[in-house]
């Protein structure tokens, strides 16, 4: 049996008794010029904000690709989106 969550969120999740259903846990993360070649791959073109994005999100496939695809849909505009998403990982 396999979930993904978050990191944020690994305390809350595997707090007893849910933590005796998970023998191994482990984070996704991916060197920081895959997740440049994920970006790139998946919007088509090297975007002026793929630096910006990596910095502040990481190499999480799942979150890298949420707020690089919401920064295409804004424009290429990424301060907002990264804005709400570090608000929401505080």
């Known amino acids: 049996m396999a979930a993904e969550a978050p990191t944020t969120d690994r305390q809350r999740l595997l707090r007893p008794p849910a933590d005796a ?3 191994d846990t482990f984070e996704l993360r991916y060197p920081p010029s895959a997740a440049a070649e994920l970006i ?11 630096e910006s ?6 190499t999480n496939p799942r979150l890298l690709m949420r707020v ?4 295409r849909c804004d424009g290429g505009n990424s301060r ?11």
């Open 21 to 23: 259903f998970w023998e």
């Open 40 to 50: 790139t791959r998946r919007v088509g073109s090297t975007p002026e904000w793929l």
């Open 53 to 58: 994005i990596i910095d502040e999100v990481g």
């Open 68 to 71: 690089a695809l919401a920064a």
């Open 80 to 90: 907002p989106v990264l804005g709400e998403w570090a608000d929401s990982h505080d």
